[in-house]
């Protein structure tokens, strides 16, 4: 099955905030490089509309978080965000995000967003939560401004400086 991000159309603010958000973590990452990737992406349109993209990769180069689909044809950046940690999970509200797709890069309006990520080498409970995340790993959710929402879970492929 082709993976991309072509429905990624109307989803293009919100895409285009988380990869700002992720690009601004400003904390000391270590590199690791993981066998597989094990990402899951889910976008749910305004409409309702459901589309999921397994295998995607996820990266933190350079203070930039990018998910990036199975086919390498699209690639969410979040390259800005305020973060701040809560116990051993850095916890950011993305402000910088856009969709690289097609030789194009499309910025994302965001409405809403957040990213966990767990830098660590073990696994962590969110803060006020049951919900583990584990070593390496990320969490997040978006809502763009034209009501499409943006859910990507799964472990960090590569960290570096």
Request: net charge positive.
């Amino acid at each position: 099955m082709t993976v991309h991000f072509s429905h990624f159309r109307r989803l293009r603010p919100a895409a285009v905030a988380m990869s700002a958000w992720l690009a601004v973590l400003a904390v000391p990452v270590l590199t690791t490089t993981a066998a597989r990737a094990e990402g899951t992406a889910r976008i749910q349109q305004a409409d309702g509309a459901v589309t999921v993209y397994h295998s995607v990769t996820i990266q933190i180069v350079q203070k930039t978080l990018t998910v990036t689909s199975a086919d390498g044809k699209g690639t969410m950046l979040i390259y800005r965000a305020a973060c701040a940690y809560q116990g051993d999970i850095l916890v950011c509200l993305p402000t910088g995000v856009s969709l690289v797709q097609s030789g194009s890069v499309s910025p994302i309006k965001l409405a809403s967003g957040t990213v966990y990520a767990n830098l660590t080498d073990d696994s962590h409970n969110l803060d006020r939560s049951s919900t583990r995340l584990p070593a390496h790993s990320i969490l997040m959710s978006l809502k763009t401004r034209h009501g499409t929402y943006v859910n990507v879970n799964g472990t960090i492929d590569k960290e570096a400086k």
